[in-house]
């Protein structure tokens, strides 16, 4: 009798869930296929595959296996997803629906409803794999202490001493943390945040954090900076200490491995929480002796979160789940561990992710537009060989090979770690050369070679045998000495190699943590007041046809804060904004119509001018004075910069004529016929 009344309850829920998770999937479709596909044929597509989800859920049991018993807590816990997902839905974000049907008051409230659901299942599926992986074990919290005090202070150090500017990567994040400080704490800025992580590379995610901070201290660069250090290289410093749990001082030992990681944090690369994430997620994936569906579950989860925080940890996360896959071939009872992993990233994946999954792993030209920066694979191996050392990688792979040859229990380990670094290389390689923070996608797998090798190599293991005596420990650590201060002392030699400035490349690390400090600083600021200058009278604009480590957009933009100096009142030159890559970005037309020019003197460019010509063009043209150039005159004020460069000014003379817009079109065009529609200029700039 009781089932039977419970029966309509159940029809009813199962018909809501139905409901709202085909709204979902509905306004998901569309994002992707409006357009291309009716409108009806897209609503039953969205009805099939719900009713297809609901089906195998119930038909293969999942949710007895992935969800929480029914309780006071998991009702609370769900509930509070639920209106999460449903007050906050970013799907409309995917696309623009005004004037469309489904954009009608019915449609967003199944799409929030749906969204509403599939947050709680996340939810709650994470929630029942914490309870079922239990606590961790760890007993480091002294080490950890130790190098939070040793990343503040080398911090502090750090901070008193450099006198650079920031641009590109590290000056967007700290510029959007800056502007989440300024605008009001609300729920609008909740959905902005969110919004940007569904639709937008550089999203506010990792800033978010950052402006709560700088809301009581400032949004100064130090603040920046410390913020970066105690929010984002913190937990991945915990991670380095349950990662060496087996050995004493374990953290400290792989801290000292990769100096990469504090010195990423120190150039302001917020990189190094997505490094953190993922390795938490080696960290709970390769503790074999935890419920297998917990680990998977828990660590796909964390690998979305490191490419929701940056794009380019797809290549981690795609090729850790290449290295499970392979590793089941020396241990095949993890098959349901990698189930998890792939079901629970997957799910996280088409939630969060869905435009990033569309529109660039999935962009068959990806690899083409990025193509300007791939510099050879010379380049790649002297990264490695600055950023981590032959000596260290030499360790890893050395440990990773007798892991795999000498201790059977370990060699699933092994296998995950060594697959997941070559095919990451191999993956990443085929796009673009390896930068510094690049490296990051090699910590996690690297630190567990070295950790579990170092303890494999130590006879006794002196944690696992309980209590012991006074004089018993100190007979294990006499024993354990060969291995463990070998390590040690490659672990030394390779940070101090760090803090050593000038050295030649050598088995080292050959990079320093000599704090950045730009020589033509006062040039640099000099340039920024004197363009200002130039809107004394009346508003004017500008442009810098520069794009190099010296002088680019992003750099000019921030020469006053990285000096902190503040903007004083009056008038200031408009910079316009100037692409820099010819596939990626196009030719920034709107640049014709500034009444200013900065060029480098001799040209600019990062990535070499035949990858740049969107910036050299019209550079070169400039300093010769053919072509669009004879639109242009210098002016008498130069500015000398670093690396024996110039900035010089020139004033626009005349509009640019069709003509000059044309020959750019027809130049451009002419070197990259399969993009044209890039270097088209638009004919509403003369109509």
Known sequence: MLE??????????????????????????????????????????????????????????????????????????????????????????????????????????????????????????????????????????????????????????????????????????????????????DLAQVRLVLESVITQEYNYLLAWPISLVMRVLGAGRYVYLFSLVNLYLLPALWGLCVLGRRLRGGGGLLFLFTPVLLYAALLGYVDVAAAGAAIWAVVLYADAGRPPVARGVLAGALLVLTFLLRRYFFFFAATFGIGALAALAVRRTEWKAFLSLFGSAALCSLYFAQHFLVEQVLNARYSDLYSAYDQGRLADLTNFARYFGVVMLAAALCAGVFLLLRRPERRYGAVHCLVQLAACFLLFTRVQTHGMQHLLLYVPSLCWLLAEGTAELSPAKPKQEGKRTRSAQRKGWKALRPAVLCAWVLALCTTVSAYLPGLDPSPLPFFTYTPAARSDLGQLIALRLYMDSLSAQEPKTAAIAASSFTLNTSLYNSILRSANIPEAPGPKTEILYMADVDKRDGFSWNVLTADYLVVGDPVQTHLGEENQQVVAYLAHAVLEGTGVGTAYEPLEMSFPLQKDTTARIYRRTRPVRPEEYQEISDYLTGLYPDYAERYQFPSWLFS
């Not at 079922?132 to 901070?159: E, H, K, S």
């Open 4 to 185: 039977q009344n419970w029966r309509p309850l159940g029809v009813l829920a199962g018909l809501t869930g139905l409901a709202g998770l085909s709204g979902l999937l509905l306004i998901r479709l569309w994002a992707v296929l409006g357009g291309l596909v009716h409108g009806k044929v897209l609503l039953l597509a969205a009805v099939l595959l719900a009713a297809g989800c609901m089906l195998a859920v119930w038909r293969f049991r999942l949710g007895e296996l992935l969800l929480p018993a029914l309780d006071r807590k998991t009702v609370l816990i769900g509930a509070a997803a639920f209106l999460l997902g449903a007050g906050l839905d970013t799907s409309y974000a995917l696309f623009q629906p005004a004037g469309l049907l489904v954009d009608t008051l019915p449609f967003h409230l199944l799409c929030a409803l749906g969204s509403g659901l599939v947050l709680a299942l996340i939810v709650l599926c994470l929630y029942r794999a914490a309870l079922d992986f239990g606590p961790l074990r760890w007993n480091a919290g002294r080490t950890l202490l130790i190098l939070a005090l040793a990343a503040n202070l080398v911090t502090a150090l750090y901070c008193a001493r450099s006198a650079t500017v920031y641009y590109w990567d590290n000056a967007i994040y700290w510029n959007s943390s800056t502007l989440l400080a300024q605008q009001p704490l």
